[in-house]
């Protein structure tokens, strides 16, 4: 506990992927218990906490342009602590101690000692936690969540994959799952507190275990808390897409059409020097399979363009499988050399604009792809799970398909976390735009089969 007469308040910051975004809630939840109260304005802080991403160069450089703006801040107001969290404190360590500037570096299974290091820390004492859990996975802690529509819930942490590119292993550690009760728990929890879709959250997601339950069986279970809730999760690993889970994704209602599956590339030399561990044909063939035992399911992918020795041919083949599996949605990302990954010593053969022409020609593709994805959705009605006012205008509202799609319509009497049928008039490649039609739905489960 901290001795403070009231308590020290903290502003968190927080950059990256989903998972630092539930990090944070669970950090929320620490401080809470702690004698601490986090702010929303850094100008009320006593510490200000950055959580941290460090999957690519230019997320970490980002990141030091705000430690910049906050030396500013710690130089007119010098009683306060500066914290760097999460993946970047793991990989650099002490090493952010250097400057005078950061007080704290705790990595991401160390959260629970946040509030006695800060404590020690206003007495002086400048710490740094960054040691890597095999079981740490916070099952017992409540994450502070504001309250709101959709709802992010960990299940495990950490990856075994070791892909060449990523240092998720070393910032993140071994896998470690939840276990499927505490999973359920909280999944009941947040329905019962008006939460309306829940996304299971892993690094790896479904490689999910717990004893004899593995992803499938946990996506049953969650499914089952309450129809009325959809269910999401991300992201998922094509080795570990098994029949089981394809068939929880086709027969659960309230399981959401959509598959997020990153492949990466659609070199087989490229797969084989990521360590990716499937070949493109079985990936193909996954991407088949689940578009056969889940009609009208949407699909997406991430690929990386630009990975040491990727050849114009080796490119040519990533395009061709973007066009040929025509995905509803494609992340493209530059390569990235991280220190300490496999792919690091690798030479960093293609040029940085080669780099951005390739980003550039697959997301063009795809972008195109979507378009006429999205327009042929003209005409037909989908189920919408409401999340609030649009940001270009009070009038409109928006939300977003069982299949993940962006859907903006004129607001009526709607509210958010109810569900409404939208009338689809119009689309571009990242929203479809219409009208509502008949009442809105309070809690009713998915329709099988939507049409999005
Ligand atoms: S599966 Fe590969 S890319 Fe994904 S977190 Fe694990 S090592 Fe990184």
Redesign the pocket.
């Known amino acids: 506990m901290s001795t403070y007469q009231s308590p020290r308040r903290v502003y968190l910051e927080t950059y990256g992927c989903q998972m630092n975004v539930a990090d944070s809630e669970v950090v929320g939840g620490i401080l809470g218990t702690g004698g601490y109260a986090l702010t929303s304005d850094i100008a009320k802080a006593d510490v200000v906490l950055v959580n941290t991403c460090a999957i690519r160069e230019n997320a970490e450089q980002r990141i030091y342009g705000r430690l910049g703006l906050f030396s500013t801040y710690k130089r007119e107001n010098p009683g306060i602590l500066i914290g760097v969290l999460g993946c970047m404190a793991e990989r650099l360590r002490s090493n952010l101690l250097e400057s005078d500037l950061v007080d704290l570096v705790v990595g991401p299974d160390e959260y629970r000692k946040l509030p006695g290091l800060m404590d020690r820390a206003f007495a002086g004492e400048k710490g740094v936690a960054v040691r890597l859990s095999r079981v740490e996975n916070y099952d017992d802690l409540t994450p502070l969540r504001t309250e709101g529509v959709c709802a992010w819930l960990p299940v495990m942490r950490g ?5 060449t ?5 070393f910032t ?1 550690g071994r896998e470690r799952s939840r276990s499927l009760r505490s999973v359920v728990g909280e999944v009941g929890d947040l329905a019962s507190r008006g939460f309306r879709e829940i996304t299971l959250l892993g ?2 997601v479904n490689s999910f275990r717990d004893g004899a339950n593995d992803f499938a069986g946990l996506m049953r279970e969650v499914a089952a808390v309450d129809r009325s809730v959809r269910i999401r999760f991300m ?1 998922s ?1 094509p080795q570990d897409m098994s029949e089981r889970l394809i068939g929880a994704i086709a027969e659960e209602v309230n399981i959401c059409k959509y598959v997020h599956l ?1 492949v ?1 590339s659609g070199s087989d030399r490229i797969l084989g020097l990521m360590n ?1 561990t499937y070949t493109v044909d079985h990936y193909r063939r996954l991407i088949h399979r689940i578009r056969e035992a889940v009609p009208g399911v949407a699909l997406s992918t991430d690929v990386i363009s630009g990975f040491p020795s990727e050849s114009v041919a080796d490119h040519r083949l990533t395009v061709d499988l973007i066009r040929e599996l025509r995905f509803d949605g494609a992340f493209t990302f530059k390569y990235s050399p991280r220190e300490g990954t496999k792919a690091w010593d690798m030479e960093d053969s293609v040029p940085e604009e080669e780099k951005g022409r390739r980003v550039w020609e697959i997301t063009g593709l795809q972008h195109a792809i979507a378009l006429e994805q999205n327009r042929e959705l003209i005409g037909r009605t989908v189920r919408v799970l409401v999340e609030g006012p649009s940001k270009k205008s009070p009038h409109e509202y928006t939300g977003r398909s069982d299949t993940n799609r962006s859907v903006v319509f004129p607001h009526a009497d709607e509210q958010p976390g109810e569900f409404a049928d939208v009338r689809i008039d119009r689309a571009n490649s990242a929203t479809l735009f219409g009208v509502r039609v008949g009442d809105v739905i309070g809690a009713a489960p998915q329709s099988r089969g939507s049409a999005a």
Request: glycine share 0%; hydrophobic share 20%; aromatic share 12%.
């Open positions: 990856c075994d994959k070791f892909c590119f990523c240092v998720v292993p993140r690094q790896n992201t690993h990153p990466q990716r």
